[in-house]
């Protein structure tokens, strides 16, 4: 069983801590006084471990993008703190987030508004490289054709810009351009949600490879249940804008404590019924 | 595809209209201040290929002009002197590009003949050079007012949209103050404060200054809508992701969508500004005499009895149509094409 | 009621902002004014200090805009030295001039524009449409000096009307109707040419409208019921075009104002215009900054004007802003 049973027998060390993290959006209104608070996600506990998959699933709604944006530091939280590697992230000067950026990156769940439709693949690729201040002009090309090769892209559309390439391949794009700075943590917003069900698995395969082969952690952000009982090691459920339970992936689907966390899994349609409704 | 033909023809006419006015030296048989005054209101010559003996000759030839007996003040053709338009003819010197001197005129008669394909003014000065020697004035007050204009527009539309915030809000209100003034009667004000004969060049430069300045606010406007809708794009938020600095953003991802944006601005903006320094120079507010502006060539027209017999005088204006009709064919071709691209 | 307080709040503060604006004009012209004006035998010492005393001059700036602000509300818009009399009266009849003018070539414009937008919205893309689309942008591209030079060598050539003035001489003594008839006389070219000039962009902006409101689903369903081209045109898809030709009308004040300017001056029109380059000419500062400033006070007002019809004409601005 590969990394699971790995997972099982080692005591994985956490990655990152999430401890109560919330973010507030406040509007002030023109003529009341108390302004006017939205909660995105209040008081979330989180510990992500080295080397696995954690999914967070939940009920459709912006919370858990949300999170997922404080997570890749996309986003500011309100309040919390975030621990990586041991050391408080919010509490990094502007120029030490900087060096951060390149350990953890984001896959957008639109592959085609992520990318810029005007760059070559090469450019997009290379983006982060240059940015960062990594390399030289034909270091970024190797390492852009490196990475294409990574992720299954043909060398040939290079040159091609993202509208050239189909929905999968968008994403294997965007995939590569998350891997240019080598980063420890990849977070991924429901970055299968718009794929075919051919191409979220050969993704998943690509993911599975990928994290094999570069010491990844990932974060999933999903809605689909699933699939993530297919790849996920750990699972966090949310609801009501908080974290109710994170457990190894086997233990919550068998033994869900948490009466969200039931209800959830009981508006899954199993496999047995999927088969069943087609055969009717 | 039927947009893209119009833009270059479009875009092929402004360069050749640009290219003569550039070169105006080169182009205009004659310098913009030669008078000649016993040429003075002389009608467009005209170019004949057979002559008063019925032979039809290949090169075209003028006649000389000399008084008519039967009209005084009219010219009839003096058939007895044939001049033939020759190519690359020596003439009067100019300068190319205020560097080296020329005497190499694109066509031209022999010296004791006359080519006003427009006709002369009072003065006897020929139009046709003068109008593309004005062209230089007119045409480059446009183009350097619109090119002031979208850049401020530029600064301050990314600067707002980008930061949002009270930097926005300031700006904006502060464009709406430049909205809400009607920018000819404030053109014409600024004129005014300031002194009414100082040196050619200063009128000019302040001029270009002033209709570039007063005009940012549209630009502005447009440019920050734009960037508005271009820095949620989810390619930038990405950027960000790899701990992108705003200059970054904005260089690499944000500007390169208003392209389109600043060049509609710009084609129509030209033909605007270009108007403002006629206007101007036509009521004796811009550059003046013996400096041809195409307001100035069109200032005599204010006389009605220059209006109503010497028609020729209005063919710089005329001119002036395919020139505009170019700019806005420009503009409406671009807004076409960046409808169809934008996703 | 707020929107309305809003825009109303919201036209005082421009206008103010305009009015710093124009008062630093004022303080840019080179040489104290009363310099020349204290040259002017005809004016005594006495009368000069005391203007000048009444001005503030002496006093720093911001107390300076401050006097001159209220002696200007309080209708008082300085002294015009050409003309060797207060501002105000001057403006006062150039004013009502320009917005006979402005005015009638609005109506004009918009009363050609509305039924030609329509009709070519309608027709789109026949070769009516087509037709329609080459005429605007041929119009658009002829410079407006053109237009009102060709007018006037029209008056001048064919002498079917009037070359410029807005009465003709001895015209006092009539009637009121007789009076009426020579000042819309002169009023039919200048006019005219306003309008031709500031046509081509209504007419595009009414079509643009129109063909989107055509496109609306309700338009379509009224269609579907059988209701009658004409009626369909004009009682249901014009008014759901409404919004932005509001807008449009407030917006076109602006440009009407400038071109109007122009046409005044070519075609001899007594009004705002030709009153602005006669004072640049013979450096009358005061008139200047008077002029510019009532003009803005028009565009302003236009503007609000056209604020306000739409807060009438449209209900949902009304709940939006409540």
Redesign the interface.
Known sequence: MGPRAQFEAEKPDSLMRIANLSKRYVQRRLLRRTPFTISAFEDVNLTIHRGTTLAIVGESGAGKSTLAKCL???EKPTTGEIWFEGENLLGFSKRE???V??EI??I?Q?PT??????LTAEEIIG??LA??RIGTKDSKRTRAQELMEHVGLPQRSRHKRPLEFSGGQRQRL?IA?ALA?EPKLLILDEALSSLDLLNQQMILKLLDDLRAMHSLTYVHISHDLRLVSEFADEVAVMSQRRIVEQKPAAELFSRPEHPDTRALLAAMPSLESICLGRLD | MNSRRKLWGALILLAAFHGLILFAGFFAPYGFAVQDRDMSFAPPTRLHFTDAQGKFHLRPFVYGLKDDPANPGAYAADTTHMYPLRFFVQGSPYKVAGLFESHLHFFGVASDGRLFLMGTDGYGRDQLSRFLYGGQISLLAGLLAAALSVALGILVGSLAGFYGGWIDELLMRGSEIFLALPWLYLLFAVRAALPLHIAEWQVFLLLVAVMGVIGWARPARLIRGVVLSAKE???V?????????DA?LLF??VL?QTYGVVLTQIALLIPQYVLAEVTLSFLGLGVGEPMASWGTLLSSLQQYYILSSYWWMFLPALLLIPLFLAYYTTADALQERLKSVS? | MRYISRRLIHAILLLLAVSFFSFALLQLAPGDFFDAMRLNPEISQHTVESIRSEYGLDQPLPIRYGRWLRSMLKGNLGFSLASNSPVAPLLRVRARNTLLLSGTATLLAWLLALPIGVWSAAKRGGWGDRIGKVATSTILAVPDLLLFLGLLLLAVRTGWFPTGGMVSPGIDGLDFWSQAKDVAFHLVLPAFGLAVVMLPVLVLHVRSAMIEALESPFIRAARGHGIPRARLLFRYALPAASNPLISLLGFSVATMLSTSMLAEVVLSWPGLGPLLVESIFSRDVYVVVAVVMLSSVFLVMGNLLADLLLFASDPRIRTETE
Not at chain 1, 113 to 118: I, V, W
């Open positions: 890749a530091l996309l987030l900087f060096g950026h390149r990156q984001f957008f639109d508004s992520a990318l810029n439709p005007g983006e982060p940015i960062q965007a351009r700075l | 794009r989810k390619f938020v990405a950027a960000r992701g790899f701990g992108a600095s970054h690499k991802h390169p996703l």
